[in-house]
């Protein structure tokens, strides 16, 4: 089991960047895939990047792709996402993610991951 816990949310205009970090609990990091997803209220959680275990191959939401990058600490037992370029329409609670047992067709589902961090508020506004 892991315990998941995001920080680095705020406020920042548009253009600018914020940098998400997600601390891992518990013991063998490494064997997890690791994702983030964001949500905004009445909706679903929205795919928007992952890391699967024993790999180093980053997997993006069009979204976000070219603007967004992820990175994980095994040693740390950490993801972190660097969001540059930042737009109104990245406004959401961003939630870090994990599994042990997603594979490469599910990686997008939110299903597909049993442990959840409770989340950070991230804000694009002028």
């Known amino acids: 089991q892991v315990q998941l816990a995001e920080s680095g949310g705020g406020s920042v205009q548009p253009g600018g960047s914020l940098s998400l970090s997600c601390a891992a609990s518990?013991?063998?990091?490494?064997?997890?895939?690791m994702a983030w997803f964001r949500q905004i209220p009445g909706h679903g959680r929205e795919f928007v990047a992952a890391i699967r275990r024993y790999s180093t191959t980053k997997i993006y939401a069009d979204s976000v792709k070219g603007r967004f990058t992820m990175s994980r600490d095994n040693t740390e037992g950490a993801v972190y996402l660097q969001m540059n370029s930042l737009q109104p329409e990245d406004t959401a609670i961003y939630y870090c993610?994990?599994?042990?047992?997603?594979?490469?067709?599910?990686?997008?589902?939110?299903?597909?991951?049993?442990?959840w961090g409770q989340g950070t508020q991230v804000t694009v506004s002028s």
């Open positions: 993610a994990a599994s042990d047992t997603v594979i490469l067709s599910q990686v997008r589902a939110p299903s597909a991951y049993q442990y």
């Open positions: 518990g013991r063998s990091f490494r064997t997890y895939s």
